[in-house]
């Protein structure tokens, strides 16, 4: 019997629908940020169908929820896999669904037809990992993985200046207990993760199944420029420090360092506050949330150097005042070659086809790999869109997508 094979879809795609409906915008999207109302109502729906599915809960004190599967040996390191439920604002339904559904089906199925497995399952979902909120992503697994301090807990705010800590605590988790959050890598065998692809490689090579090789990381910064505001009408131009422009300047600077870079190099401005942002006054601050990712840490280092210099040229010719505040630098990562080796002749014996992938995006999975092995299966996005409403995958590619999870799981149990 093939584990693969008991994998339903039909469960799969009513639970995806249940829960797009939890933060659904009247756009079309769907948001759900981090320790809000929304987000824990995914969390606790996602938390029945662990039960439903026969696995032990447990939250920690930051809020991450994980689901566990005795194996035969109470002494055997765990096999981890997961994902997160929270959104971007107006985001899509698949974006680390799938990875939290796919675990929970996957060990369904393991249980359901009494699989044997030496080491003890746990599909899990991480808490904030999308950087929204709090400006940094993955901050449940980073806290699982014990990369976070409790300063880091304060100094986390959302627009509104609520600490993580608070934020977290109003929630009813003590972040005070963040030592307790913290896993040992002693006890994990490994974490696999299933996720979207968030781009268009297997769509373009009409591929079910991408191996996940390497994973790109961030450089976050906030840049704050101070100009001087003035009137739109009444100031000459040859008399302005326009913090705007400065600003404009330094976007266009990071799109073709970006694009001289070439490669998985990318940077993005995806944040900007003006201020007072009025149209008759010259902006007399602006924020910028700056975003520069690579595969390797050189490249990407390189890059934050060469907007750092740009910066500051363009700030110095504006009389424009410049502030670079690093929200956070992670590394780039390996997935694991035996755990890659174990997806790959997986997909070979169900019969479908796959290529290795970089992932572009970042994922829970980029902290895993600090303290274990860790492997990822993506599924073909549609048009590569995501973290916007049109966000799709086809629940057909989903469905093998969790079979091979499945199947990857057994293998790594057994
Ligand atoms: C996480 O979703 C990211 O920004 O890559
Ligand atoms: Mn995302
Ligand atoms: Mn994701």
Redesign the pocket.
Known sequence: MKIADKVSKNRIENQIKTLAQIGATGEGGITRLPYTKDERAAVALVKSYMEEAGLQTFFDQFGNLFGKLEGKSTEAPVVMTGSHVDT?INGGAF??VIGTLGAIEALRVIRENNIPHVHTLEACVFVS???VRFRA??LGSKAAIGDFTQSDLDRLKDKDNISLAQAIKECGFNPEQLESVRRDPAKIKCFVELHIE?SIILETKKLPIGVVDQI?A?TNFRLTLKGKAGHAGATPMNMRNDAFMAAAEIALEIERIAITIGKEAVGTVGEVKVIPNAINVIPGEVILGI?V?DVTSKRKDEAIAEIEKSINNIAARRNIEAVIEIIQKQEPVKTSPQIVDIISSTCNELGLPWCNIT?????DALNMAKITDIGMIFIPSAGGI??AKEEFSSIDDIYQGARVLAEVLVKLAS
């Open positions: 971007v974006d680390g990992e999308e950087p992503g993955t968030q790109a961030p975003d990712r992932s572009g995006a970042y994922h995501s973290h």
